[in-house]
């Protein structure tokens, strides 16, 4: 990926962006679309199909399919598939290695945990049934020789954390957790080793690892889910570039190795890798994703072009001044980095919980050592009432409480297209009352729509002219005809004037269609020059996203304000807030402002999502109290959000509120419940009376309960 | 009690082959993708003869 790929060939930027070398032993292909069985058949029969293919195996959980073979080339599996009717992409080959790793060594210590708490609880069964003497001795010795080694294999996530909590001086629920564990396991041994008749309390040691080690492990994979898919959408966009060396050759190279002073070609439909200067060619540029202005502006040699920007019409020759880091994309970086560093403060509901829970368990447990200790004189009896409590207290069913119900919600929200990038989203989600969407590429598609209503024949012989350029508004124009039925009018020697427009001929007649001030109309728009009598001009507006109507109003109707901040001028955005509604209209936005206006309104209390897909809006996404980016927008937006709308369809964002409510209020639920089986087992415990099998059942209990009230439909 | 000696070992050899069979699954990569599992029960592909 370093260099100019052989796959890719000179200038050819058509092929897909990962660029891998034929050799490679895997692909990884990303397959956003497939949902069912006859897809994963499908797809793996087209793959097999193809020359080379060893091995295709789709994991629909991930949306991908892994590809092992030799000699293979992404390109040709990515056309395989599309001719299969299947979309696909290449995701970066490093991916491939760091798949899972975490998540299978957490499972393991949880099947281990699971199958040697069962066979120490067969053990205890028959002691608690009665066995005694020698037999219950020996049991106890087996007990040992199973749960020791067990607890500390399947126990060490716990006791990483607390050691690593404890060494900076805080208490973290893995302390209580760790120290209930261990000295379970240590007295009971102690207890079996001196063939004394007091409880045992192995099976109680490793129900708890067993129980807290599903809830961590239901966390982790909730995140990890995210988290593959929101690296998957980062590795989709690898930004290329393509450099012109001293003889004038093409190389594709990465965006990231650009260099000051390099000079950058770019073609049509191209994203501007770097800042720069134009030093050849005349174009229109696409400023929307860094100003949300909806109009394209018009560049030639001279003007300063931005990263992030898209060339419209032209190609161009772009002299670098600044790249990587140092980009227009930095100052908004700053921005986005400050306002990570407050959300970060936002403690969930688990560790609030945690928070107050942790010194109490440890209080308990050391009142009710002192107490035994004073009252009976007898220290084991004394330690023996102490790990009940402890054991008791330990939060099996407060571990699940949370992570069951939010992989119940992400999973839903999964389903429904919208990704949950952030562990405590939820939680802030649902104390959104003010909702601020960006304009342009989030409530409108980004894209132009011819208004009005012109004439058939002008239209039809614009569309004629537009049919080969990239620009927005010719595929409005060429849109706008198709949608009437218009047939095309054949037209000869046809050429592009880049940044100025289309010039063909018919029948002797010189047509002209373009920018008005090169056709000599007035107004904003493209002109069409008919060589005969006078130009007619085509006036355009941007395309409103199809259920933005729906979106508002569904919001509305929950009670939720509704703001529109753009960058864009005051006519398009009151013309787009009109239409859809919207009585807060903020435009002429700068980056800043947004984020002002977002530090504004939540230093008044509000509570904000801001949803946005561009550049400008990575500020205000970072800064808001909550955040949706769209799936089409820029990595950076992406990554500054805490929910991916994939699907791009708005009105999930109404069911995403309504869904984080609910979640949050079962989490509430669970935690109460929890607590509500504390305050039965605690004075229990406290009072002595507390045995193994009666912390067993509460664990299980507790445990069970929480997750059945997790799943437990959310409609 | 002497029946102990023979049940004991057996007991903890079950659980024994229960917990390799799990980590044979773990390493075969089983839990790897549960949706799609729960789809190929359906495919008709390896109905008359198993993947190779």
């Not at chain 1, 995403?656 to 607590?675: E, H, P, Y």
């Amino acid at each position: 990926m370093t260099a100019a790929c052989p796959a890719c060939g000179g200038a050819d930027l058509a092929a897909p962006a990962a660029g891998s070398s034929g050799a490679s032993a895997g692909i990884l292909l990303h397959l956003p679309d497939i949902s069912c069985a006859a897809c994963i058949a499908s797809v793996e029969t087209a793959l097999a199909g193809i020359p080379g293919v060893r091995e295709a195996r789709v994991n629909l959980s991930h949306k991908q399919a892994l590809v092992q073979g030799v000699g293979l080339v992404p390109d040709t599996l990515v056309e395989g598939l599309a001719a299969a009717g299947h979309r696909a992409q290449p995701l970066d080959d490093g991916m491939l290695a760091r798949q899972g790793d975490e998540m299978r060594g957490l499972l393991m210590r949880t099947g281990v945990a699971g199958f040697a708490m069962m066979n120490v609880m067969l053990l205890s069964v028959a002691v608690w049934s009665g066995a005694a003497d020698t037999t219950e001795r020996l049991f106890h010795l087996i007990s040992a020789a199973i749960a020791l080694p067990a607890v500390a294999f399947s126990g060490r996530p716990f006791f990483a954390s607390a050691l690593s909590a404890l060494r900076r001086g805080r208490l973290n629920m893995d302390v209580p957790i760790s120290l209930a564990i261990t000295l379970a396991a240590l007295v009971s041994l102690v207890g079996a080793l001196q063939g004394s008749d007091r409880h045992s309390w192995f099976d109680a040691a490793l129900a708890l690892t067993f129980f807290l080690l599903i809830g961590r492990t239901l966390d982790h994979a909730g995140r990890r889910a995210a988290r593959s898919a929101a690296a998957e959408l980062a590795a989709l966009n690898v930004p290329q570039a393509v450099r012109l060396d001293a003889a004038g050759r093409n190389h594709v190279v990465r965006a990231d190795s650009l260099a000051e002073g390099d000079l950058i070609l770019l073609r049509p439909g191209d994203r501007l890798p770097a800042d720069g200067i134009v030093t050849e060619g005349r174009s229109d540029i696409d400023r929307s994703a860094l100003t949300g202005e909806s109009a394209p502006a018009a560049v030639a040699g001279g003007d300063e072009v931005a990263a992030g920007e898209v060339n419209l019409s032209g190609p161009l020759t772009v002299r670098v001044t600044r790249a990587g880091r140092d980009t227009a994309l930095n100052r908004l970086a700053e921005l986005v980095a400050t306002a990570e560093m407050q959300r970060s403060r936002f403690a969930g509901l688990a560790d609030r919980a945690a928070r107050a829970y942790a010194p109490l368990v440890h209080l308990l447990g050391l009142g009710a050592f002192v107490a035994w200790w004073y009252v009976s004189g007898d220290v084991w009896r004394a330690t023996d009432v102490a790990i009940a409590v402890l054991v008791i207290t330990c939060p099996c069913a407060l571990g699940l409480a949370v992570p069951a119900v939010s992989v119940v919600a992400t999973g839903r929200l999964f389903r429904n297209g919208l990704l949950v990038k952030s562990r405590t989203a939820l939680e802030r989600l649902s104390e959104i009352d003010l909702v601020a969407f960006d304009k342009t590429g989030t409530l409108t598609t980004g894209a132009a729509e011819l208004s009005g209503d012109p004439d058939g024949t002008a239209l039809a012989l614009a569309a004629s002219l537009a049919a080969g350029s990239a620009h927005p508004y010719s595929r409005a124009l060429v849109a706008a005809a198709e949608a009437r039925g218009l047939s095309t009018i054949p037209v000869t020697d046809l050429t592009e004037r880049p940044g100025l427009g289309m010039e063909a001929r018919l029948g002797g007649r010189r047509i002209r269609l373009g920018r008005p001030s090169w056709i000599g109309a007035g107004g904003d728009g493209v002109a069409l020059d008919t060589g005969e009598g006078a130009p007619i001009l085509f006036t355009f507006r941007e395309e409103i996203r199809p259920d933005a109507a729906e979106a508002i109003a569904a919001l509305k109707r929950a009670g939720i304000d509704v703001a529109l901040l753009s960058g864009d001028t005051a006519a398009p955005c009151n013309r787009v807030a009109g239409t859809l509604g919207i009585e807060q209209v903020e435009s002429a936005m700068s980056p800043e402002d947004k984020a002002d206006w977002i530090r504004n309104r939540t230093r008044d209390g509000r509570k904000i999502l801001m949803v946005g897909d561009g550049l400008n809006d990575t500020g205000a996404l970072s800064l808001a109290h909550a955040s949706v980016a769209l799936g089409s927008g820029l990595d950076a937006a992406r990554s500054a959000a805490d929910v991916v709308l994939l699907s791009g369809r708005l009105a999930r964002i109404a069911d995403l509120l309504v869904i984080s409510r609910k979640g949050v209020g079962r989490m509430r639920q669970n935690i109460w419940l929890s607590f509500g089986y504390n305050a039965i087992a605690v004075p229990v415990a406290l009072a002595g009376l507390a045995t193994p099998f009666l912390a067993a059942l509460a664990m299980s209990l507790s445990s069970v309960t929480v997750s059945l009230n997790a799943m437990r439909g959310m409609k | 009690m002497n029946v102990l000696v023979i049940l004991i070992p057996a007991s903890l050899g079950l659980g024994l082959i229960g917990l390799l069979g799990f980590v044979w699954t773990m390493r075969a990569s089983q839990y790897d993708d549960a949706e799609g599992d729960r789809h190929r029960i359906l495919d008709t592909r390896y109905d008359d003869a198993p993947k190779k």
